[in-house]
Nanobody, 113 residues
Framework: QVQLQESGPGLVKPSQTLSLTCTVS??????????WSWIRQPPGKELEWMGVIGDDGRTWYSPSLKSRTSISRDTSKNQFSLQLSSVTPEDTAVYYC?????WGQGTQVTVSS
């Protein structure tokens, strides 16, 4: 069974770039037809899909976040990463990585000076 684990700083200052990594075990990020997503949940709000990277490395982003979001991967480490630039306190959320019905445990990121 695929397992996912998010990692990265828990505190980011406004205007900086948030960077998170998802480490995958039990499966390969290059598996055909797989799609690896980043999803977040701000406090008191619903889950928000941010973007996805496919098995071939192609990416798609939420229109509302596209200008600030970048998803990349390192196939040698079986990891994929999220970068969100120019963060504000509104980007404070629990960030999850996901594939099909498998989720990481989530990591809290707070944007504050």
């Amino acid at each position: 069974q695929v397992q996912l684990q998010e990692s990265g700083p828990g505190l980011v200052k406004p205007s900086q770039t948030l960077s998170l990594t998802c480490t995958v075990s039990g499966g390969s990020i290059t598996t055909s037809y797989s799609a690896w997503s980043w999803i977040r949940q701000p406090p008191g709000k619903e889950l928000e899909w941010m973007g996805v990277i496919g098995d071939d490395g192609r990416t798609w982003y939420s229109p509302s976040l596209k200008s600030r979001t970048s998803i990349s991967r390192d196939t040698s480490k079986n990891q994929f990463s999220l970068q969100l630039s120019s963060v504000t306190p509104e980007d404070t959320a629990v960030y999850y990585c996901n594939v099909f019905n498998q989720w990481g445990q989530g990591t809290q990121v707070t944007v504050s000076s």
